[in-house]
């Protein structure tokens, strides 16, 4: 225990070893009176000769954070009178750390607010850190995604990951396992695009040896593989109606049977869904469950499109940078450049551009000429897709369904006769007739 100001009492400040987390007490006036070892060990000794207030020790700022352009959780906690909670990014030995804070008001004998105890727990699923494979950034929208992923971690919830596409959502998918209490358990990932009737049952569910012509081996499913731990279904909007009530019933009932069995098994796993849909024009529409819907959507998390994070994309920049080409280098006026650039890709297409920079550029450090070089061959490549000409296109259809048109009248309207002579399905041929 550390007593900073010298009109603390020890008995006061004692209190603070009762708590599991690095835990300061403080004055209404954002004066740091005490710390236990817990916060000494983590965060540093506070040096007490400089009657320190807490936005100077986590922040390094001149004026309380609510006035630096950040929530205050003192403030806030003195105007409700109630425990209160936020999410800052702190200064650590290690370096800017994200941090759940939380404070709890203590009221005096006359039932005013007296002192506050500062809670802070360091948060492992998001970094500022480039050479880390977490979540980066500092924006306030990409601390309100870590806030909540930091929430609704510890539970069972189930979670919908929301957002355009390239925005991470797999990422966050990742981090809401490794907040949970299965985090030491699998993490496995279900494909949803593409999935035919028999192999979403077999991918999710697994079959027996002999349950179907060239079943030679008994296949564990991904429900089962996920046993513990945390079943992440990418692209949930993309499974077909009638293969959502397999999903449906395996959510309601806890079970499943493998292909081949009559036997059901107990499923045990944390459901994480995401998806760059909207699921309720889809439900209005007729093509999701609505009850499907509410059973996934427990704890929506909504990812902010990187146009909406823009003074993140130095720091994501630099981070996937590391990982692609670590001897590589981005100046301040390149990262600026990518600040301005739109990315309709998000984090997905940034990856892409400094890909193509990287095996582009000639010296160590990146520059503006390059990008710029790299965000053309995209530009390039849509100049030519314009120069095919749809019209053409369109026109080849049209010669091509009026030699269809010939074979019916030929054939006295016999729709497989003429398919046949073409070469094609009937279904084929009705779907060309149509392209007219």
């Known amino acids: 225990m550390q007593i900073i100001a010298r009109d603390t009492t020890q008995d006061i400040a004692r209190m603070l070893e009762g708590y599991d987390c690095p835990a300061i007490l403080m004055s209404g006036e954002y004066r ?8 000494t060990s983590t965060f540093g000794a506070i040096d007490p000769d400089r009657t320190p207030h807490c936005y100077q020790v986590s922040h390094g700022y001149d004026r309380p954070c609510d006035q630096a352009g950040e929530s205050c959780p003192l403030t806030a ?9 936020v999410l800052h990014i702190h200064n650590t030995p290690r370096g800017r750390e994200h941090v759940d804070v939380q404070m709890i008001p203590i009221k005096g004998d006359n039932g005013q607010l007296k002192y506050f105890i500062e809670l802070l727990k360091p948060i492992s699923t998001a970094s500022v850190d480039t050479t880390t494979s977490k979540m980066v950034g500092t924006s306030a929208a990409f601390n309100n995604v870590v806030d909540l992923i930091n929430r609704v971690g510890p539970s069972d919830a189930s979670v919908l990951l929301l957002g355009e596409s390239g925005t991470g959502k797999e990422l ?16 496995v990932t279900v494909e949803c695009s593409g999935l035919t009737d028999t192999l979403f049952e ?37 499974i077909p109606l009638h293969l959502q009530v397999k999903l449906l019933r395996l959510i309601e009932s806890g079970t499943y049977r493998p292909i081949g069995s009559v036997q059901p098994q ?25 009850d499907l819907y ?7 998390i909504c990812l902010p499109a990187l146009r909406d994070r823009r003074e993140d994309i130095p720091l994501i920049a630099r981070a996937l940078l ?13 990262e600026a450049w990518l600040q301005d650039h739109p990315f309709a890709g998000n984090i997905r297409e940034l990856r892409n551009v400094l890909e193509r920079a990287s095996l582009l550029e000639t010296d160590r450090t990146i520059s503006i000429a390059t990008l710029e070089r790299s965000v053309a061959a995209d530009r390039a490549c849509e100049r030519h897709h314009q ?32 398919a046949q002579a073409a070469g094609i399905s009937v279904r084929t041929l009705y779907r060309k007739l149509k392209e007219r």
Do not use: M, W
């Open 266 to 290: 107990a499923a045990n796993f944390r459901l994480v869904c995401a998806t760059h849909k909207n699921l309720k024009t889809l439900v209005a529409e007729g093509q999701f469950r609505q």
């Open 387 to 418: 120069q095919s000409d749809p019209t053409a296109q369109q026109g080849f259809k049209s010669l091509q369904a009026r030699h269809l048109e010939q074979l019916l009248q030929e054939h006295g309207g016999d729709k497989k006769a003429a």
């Open 172 to 187: 966050a998918a990742r981090a809401v396992h490794d907040a949970s209490n299965r985090h030491d358990k699998p993490f």
């Open 322 to 334: 590391h990982k692609l080409h670590p001897q590589l280098t981005l100046n301040a006026k390149a």
């Open 202 to 238: 077999s991918e999710l569910f697994g079959h027996l040896k002999g349950a179907f012509t060239g079943a030679s081996y008994r296949k564990q499913g991904l429900v089962e593989a996920a046993q513990g731990g945390t079943l992440f279904l990418d692209e949930v909007g993309d």
């Open 32 to 39: 740091v009176l005490a710390a236990n070892d817990l916060y």
């Open 294 to 300: 509410f059973r996934i959507n427990v704890f929506p």
């Open 77 to 85: 906690c003195k105007e409700s009178g109630r425990k209160e909670r």
